[in-house]
């Protein structure tokens, strides 16, 4: 007899199954497989109390910190420990309780029943000369030659912007960014390329929007977060996708002194109440990304966090987007310039896969297509 201790294990049904688990059991045991975390903020003290004895009861845990068996505040911040069976029985359990717990219940309902999306790259395209890296700017004919080359490498999206959104960048007028992304478009359009790959148009300027999306785009990135409600619009009329990204400040304001009180709170709050906005207006979360926005107005640890907790914005039902590439949040762990940051880039890009994003936004197709496929075949 021999014993090894197991990595972790992706797919816990085909574990189960390749061992000759019988089918009933499949389902049961791997629900068991798979430890969850929690992290409930101001939760009130009673129902603290109530869910670490639920939770004891049945296997799983609550930690707390000392003074909660004696009520010393009201309320306690706490992390819920404990399988997906654990969850279910809990997320049950807790409808009967008070103080609160029947959201707890709802929020661990809508985390166990999350809709699985399968993971895209989507590579980048700067119609303009002052982006952070050079070597994503390309005009005109260029731009399509690189698109071409993209596709061939891999890319499920493409996505096109004119105008720079790196730290300190200068506004351009809406006249110049349309006259910069109007020949692409147009030549996207006359080509059919958006047969070929999901066209994005990195904008939140409704005219050069509307200008994409005639061309055959059918995605916006919108860094501002659908902060206008033209360009959510616009989304309904073309049956477009929508990301909202999140930004503290612009991208002239964003990076002198990032604070957040919890930053994992503060851009779920963004989110809930951005998509209320768009589903106000007739679109669906279905047609909804979210982007965390990484570097848009966040510190390392900032981004860290979010890259870490990713799997927290899959409760909104939404397509969860990672846009680290490159980005200056590599050169503050380990000093690197933007043309040697692509290693740094394809850790965090994967950690953030494994951690819930299902879009990878990168300057390096080919390189992301190796990496996610090669993270397939470890899973």
Do not use: W
Not at 207 to 216: C, D, M, P
Not at 332 to 361: C, D, F, Q, W, Y
């Amino acid at each position: 007899m021999y014993i090894y201790k197991l990595g972790a294990i992706s797919d816990k049904k085909a574990a189960l199954k390749a061992l000759g688990v019988e089918s009933g059991g499949v389902g049961i045991m791997a629900k068991k497989m798979e430890l969850l975390y929690f992290f409930i903020k101001d939760l009130k003290t009673p129902a603290a109390n109530i869910l670490k004895q639920d939770a004891l009861s049945i296997g799983a845990e609550l930690a707390v910190p000392g003074g909660v068996i004696l009520c010393e505040q009201p309320t306690y911040d706490c992390i819920l420990i404990g399988t997906k069976k654990h969850m279910e029985v809990l997320s049950r359990k807790e409808l009967a309780q008070p103080f609160g717990l029947k959201t707890v219940a709802a929020e661990l309902k809508k985390f166990l029943s999350l809709p699985m999306y399968s993971t895209k790259i989507m590579g980048v395209i700067n119609a303009n000369d002052d982006s952070f890296f050079e070597e994503s700017r390309f005009i005109a004919n260029d731009a399509i030659e690189r698109i071409k080359m993209m596709i061939t490498e891999g890319a499920d999206i493409i996505d096109i912007g004119a105008v720079s959104s790196r730290p300190g960048a200068e506004p351009v007028s809406k006249p110049v960014e349309l006259e910069r992304m109007a020949p692409i478009c147009d030549a996207i359009a006359s080509e059919k390329l958006y047969e070929k790959a999901t066209f994005s148009i990195d904008s939140y300027t409704p005219s050069v929007v509307e200008y994409a999306l005639k061309s055959g785009f059918t995605l916006i990135n919108d860094i501002t977060g659908a902060s206008d409600e033209k360009v959510i619009k616009l989304a309904v009329q073309y049956k477009a996708q929508l990301c909202i990204m999140h930004m503290q400040g612009t991208p002239q304001t964003m990076q002198k002194n990032p604070d957040y009180e919890d930053v994992m709170v503060e851009v779920s709050a963004f989110f809930q109440e951005r998509i209320a906005k768009c589903e106000a207006l007739g679109l669906g979360r279905e047609n909804i990304i979210l982007d965390v926005g990484i570097g848009f107005g966040k510190t390392l640890e900032h981004n860290l966090t979010l890259i870490r907790n990713m799997a927290h914005f899959q409760i909104f039902g939404c397509e969860v987007l990672v846009g680290a590439s490159r980005k200056s949040m590599i050169d503050k762990i380990i000093p690197a310039p933007t043309k040697e940051r692509l290693p740094g880039t394809l850790a965090i890009h994967m950690k953030a896969v494994e951690n819930g994003a299902s879009i990878v936004r990168c300057h390096d197709v080919a390189e992301h297509r190796q990496a996610l496929a090669v993270l397939k075949a470890l899973a």
